[in-house]
């Protein structure tokens, strides 16, 4: 008296009594969904499924698969993709399951979703002679692509009433949290900025929650979080913190929401086009590596942007293109951090590059970065615990350098030839995809490499214009998972940003919050109130000067909220900070701040 649903993937795990279903049989729901999608749909799924959740059962997505009556828990997880490829058609006999009764205010997601995985199997490899696997593939991405049509053509998303706050975060490294209300950002984040240690592993989930922003929870539908898998993976308890997870899962409960994990890669290009003002765009993303789905990792990929869209074209194999792996090589040979507690470095090999012209090492640079069997030797190093003596002696290292001796010049050297490499790479990269394109946008960690991204119009001159967000770094994908949300997935419309986007993105203080804490070291130092001419008075005296007001910037660039200013007509102004006030080397530069006219 039993009937085992295994028709559509073997151990699907529901197992229901056939007496409980068949008064639901209904013989037009056959012959429709027979006609759409052949005789090996049987009317019994479609019909069990509607029923049960009528009645209020457990149903919904469990990792992709449609599971009645299930908890979420490992051991009832079904991988889709490890299964026989005819699963994916399944994917779109979920959607429309789910389409018709479940959750209807989050449909968007739901496609997404299922849109998401069969592209992921596609792979997009764009081969001229596909198999007859893929060929299959594509005929189900094809029907899908149809279904989600028609379905957004009978919607109108501008009337659907959403609860206007999204709060994205970032866990790992670059901790960071973002609340994004009706498309903007109200407040960004990182948690460097209050440990003051650079790059802290921990969870930003955990610090939205420890900033107690409790007037808004009641306005929040969505949490996002966009680097795939990384809150379990590497760091483990470190960057998943059970009780805000808890805390999340009650806050969704209550206000019917949803939580959305999004591949580390397609977040950072959310970030980059979505904070532009362009309306068609090449996306460029490249960086030390992120997960793009549970099996693939990537340093590099290619999207391209249109309205309130991206799309993805080209993900680089891992191994295939990674300059992460040249600067943080070189960073700890030069015995730089590339890490907790002091941050990556690679800023200081970028103004090493500055104090040379040298070419010597470009080959040997350009082929670490792209060669798949040299990228394994350098995964292997473990670059951020191997001493430095084990370094210097490593066979990779004496085959690039041919030395393990390096003097001031010679690191300058390396840094300029390390510079050149990477330029070379970009170049090559950006060639392929350029097309007719007329604006780039650029994320990721890489980005940050300013005189790179200087030069991109001089190598291609139909650039018009290029667009680096304030945090193009991992601490940016806080922002970007939500605006994947608020534009790709929930349909708005893009916003147009005044000027450009803000990088003031941090909380503010008055002045009663500020006299509180000078007050707490009145017996260390002196206060008093002064106007913007006394500040000139001190800057025309060859005094430092630091100035704090309004929000903190958000990103690696101090521009005037939290900054250090000094007269640039002294010629030994720039020792004189590196040396008293920063404590670093001399040769390291500083950005001039002047008149926009």
């Given at each position: 008296d039993l009937f085992?649903?295994?028709?559509?993937?073997?151990?699907?795990?529901?197992?229901?009594?056939?007496?409980?279903?068949?008064?639901?049989?209904?013989?037009?729901?056959?012959?429709?969904?027979?006609?759409?999608?052949?005789?090996?749909f049987s009317s019994f799924d479609y019909d069990l499924f509607i029923n049960l959740a009528k009645k209020n059962k457990k149903f919904g997505f469990l990792d992709e698969v449609v599971c009645?009556?299930?908890?979420?828990?490992?051991?009832?997880?079904?991988?889709?993709?490890?299964?026989?490829?005819?699963?994916?058609?399944?994917?779109?006999?979920?959607?429309?399951?789910?389409?018709?009764?479940?959750?209807?205010?989050?449909?968007?997601?739901?496609?997404?979703?299922?849109e998401n995985i069969i592209e992921e199997n596609l792979n997009f490899k764009k081969k001229p002679n596909l198999d007859f696997e893929n060929k299959t593939l594509l005929k189900h991405f094809d029907d899908f692509q149809k279904i989600k049509k028609n379905h957004l053509s009978n919607k109108k998303i501008k009337n659907k009433k959403y609860m206007d706050t999204i709060v994205g975060f970032q866990s790992g490294h670059d901790v960071s949290y973002c609340l994004l209300k009706n498309g903007k950002p109200l407040i960004h984040e990182e948690l460097e900025r209050f440990t003051r240690m650079k790059e802290e592993v921990g969870d930003g989930l955990k610090m939205f929650f420890d900033s107690k922003h409790q007037l808004h929870h009641k306005n929040i539908k969505y949490f996002t979080f966009g680097n795939f898998g990384m809150r379990h993976k590497k760091w483990g308890n470190n960057t998943s913190d059970s009780l805000s997870t808890s805390k999340m899962d009650k806050l969704l409960y209550k206000n019917?929401?949803?939580?959305?994990?999004?591949?580390?890669?397609?977040?950072h290009a959310a970030n980059a086009f979505f904070s532009s003002n362009f309306k068609n765009s090449l996306i460029l993303t490249i960086d030390g590596g992120g997960n793009e789905s549970e099996n693939t990792s990537t340093c590099a990929t290619i999207y391209e942007g249109k309205n309130n869209q991206i799309k993805k074209v080209n993900v680089f194999n891992a191994g295939e293109l990674n300059l992460a792996s040249g600067?943080?090589?070189?960073?700890?040979?030069?015995?730089?951090?590339?890490?907790?507690?002091?941050?990556?470095?690679?800023?200081?090999?970028?103004?090493?590059?500055?104090?040379?012209?040298?070419?010597?090492?470009?080959?040997?640079?350009?082929?670490?970065?792209?060669?798949?069997?040299?990228?394994?030797?350098?995964?292997?190093?473990?670059?951020?615990?191997?001493?430095?003596?084990d370094l210097k002696e490593n066979k990779l290292v004496t085959k690039i350098f041919e030395t393990t001796q390096f003097s001031e010049q010679n690191k300058f050297d390396i840094a300029s030839s390390l510079q050149k490499a990477s330029e070379l790479i970009v170049k090559a990269t950006i060639e392929k995809f350029i097309g007719e394109h007329k604006e780039l946008c650029v994320a990721g960690g890489c980005a940050l490499n300013s005189v790179i991204i200087g030069k991109i119009q001089n190598w291609?001159?139909?650039?018009?214009?290029?667009?680096?967000?304030?945090?193009?770094y991992d601490a940016g994908l806080a922002i970007g998972s939500a605006q994947f949300l608020w534009h790709q997935i929930l349909g708005n419309k893009r916003i147009k940003w005044k000027d450009n986007f803000t990088p003031y993105l941090g909380r503010k203080y008055n002045q009663n919050d500020i006299k509180k804490s000078l007050s707490k070291f009145k017996d260390f130092i002196t206060f008093n109130e002064n106007d913007d001419e006394k500040v000139l008075?001190?800057?025309d005296e060859q005094k430092i000067v630091s100035v704090f007001g309004g929000?903190?910037?958000?990103?690696?660039?101090?521009l005037g909220n939290r900054s250090i200013i000094a007269d640039p007509r002294n010629e030994k102004m720039k020792e004189i900070i590196n040396e008293k006030v920063k404590h670093?080397?001399?040769?390291?530069p500083f950005a001039p701040s002047i008149l926009k006219e």
């Amino acid at each position: 008296d039993l009937f085992f649903y295994d028709n559509y993937i073997p151990s699907f795990g529901t197992i229901v009594k056939k007496s409980s279903i068949s008064p639901y049989f209904n013989s037009n729901y056959y012959k429709k969904l027979t006609k759409e999608f052949g005789s090996e749909f049987s009317s019994f799924d479609y019909d069990l499924f509607i029923n049960l959740a009528k009645k209020n059962k457990k149903f919904g997505f469990l990792d992709e698969v449609v599971c009645v009556n299930c908890d979420y828990e490992k051991n009832l997880k079904i991988r889709l993709l490890n299964e026989r490829k005819e699963s994916l058609k399944f994917l779109e006999k979920i959607f429309l399951f789910n389409k018709n009764f479940y959750n209807k205010n989050t449909d968007e997601i739901l496609i997404y979703t299922v849109e998401n995985i069969i592209e992921e199997n596609l792979n997009f490899k764009k081969k001229p002679n596909l198999d007859f696997e893929n060929k299959t593939l594509l005929k189900h991405f094809d029907d899908f692509q149809k279904i989600k049509k028609n379905h957004l053509s009978n919607k109108k998303i501008k009337n659907k009433k959403y609860m206007d706050t999204i709060v994205g975060f970032q866990s790992g490294h670059d901790v960071s949290y973002c609340l994004l209300k009706n498309g903007k950002p109200l407040i960004h984040e990182e948690l460097e900025r209050f440990t003051r240690m650079k790059e802290e592993v921990g969870d930003g989930l955990k610090m939205f929650f420890d900033s107690k922003h409790q007037l808004h929870h009641k306005n929040i539908k969505y949490f996002t979080f966009g680097n795939f898998g990384m809150r379990h993976k590497k760091w483990g308890n470190n960057t998943s913190d059970s009780l805000s997870t808890s805390k999340m899962d009650k806050l969704l409960y209550k206000n019917k929401g949803q939580f959305l994990e999004l591949s580390h890669h397609m977040t950072h290009a959310a970030n980059a086009f979505f904070s532009s003002n362009f309306k068609n765009s090449l996306i460029l993303t490249i960086d030390g590596g992120g997960n793009e789905s549970e099996n693939t990792s990537t340093c590099a990929t290619i999207y391209e942007g249109k309205n309130n869209q991206i799309k993805k074209v080209n993900v680089f194999n891992a191994g295939e293109l990674n300059l992460a792996s040249g600067w943080n090589l070189v960073a700890r040979l030069f015995n730089l951090s590339v890490g907790f507690p002091k941050g990556n470095q690679a800023g200081t090999v970028m103004a090493m590059a500055s104090m040379s012209d040298s070419e010597k090492y470009v080959e040997p640079l350009v082929d670490l970065m792209t060669n798949l069997y040299l990228q394994k030797a350098y995964f292997e190093l473990g670059i951020e615990s191997i001493k430095l003596s084990d370094l210097k002696e490593n066979k990779l290292v004496t085959k690039i350098f041919e030395t393990t001796q390096f003097s001031e010049q010679n690191k300058f050297d390396i840094a300029s030839s390390l510079q050149k490499a990477s330029e070379l790479i970009v170049k090559a990269t950006i060639e392929k995809f350029i097309g007719e394109h007329k604006e780039l946008c650029v994320a990721g960690g890489c980005a940050l490499n300013s005189v790179i991204i200087g030069k991109i119009q001089n190598w291609f001159p139909q650039i018009k214009n290029i667009y680096v967000p304030p945090v193009p770094y991992d601490a940016g994908l806080a922002i970007g998972s939500a605006q994947f949300l608020w534009h790709q997935i929930l349909g708005n419309k893009r916003i147009k940003w005044k000027d450009n986007f803000t990088p003031y993105l941090g909380r503010k203080y008055n002045q009663n919050d500020i006299k509180k804490s000078l007050s707490k070291f009145k017996d260390f130092i002196t206060f008093n109130e002064n106007d913007d001419e006394k500040v000139l008075k001190y800057l025309d005296e060859q005094k430092i000067v630091s100035v704090f007001g309004g929000g903190s910037e958000s990103g690696r660039r101090a521009l005037g909220n939290r900054s250090i200013i000094a007269d640039p007509r002294n010629e030994k102004m720039k020792e004189i900070i590196n040396e008293k006030v920063k404590h670093r080397q001399w040769f390291r530069p500083f950005a001039p701040s002047i008149l926009k006219e």
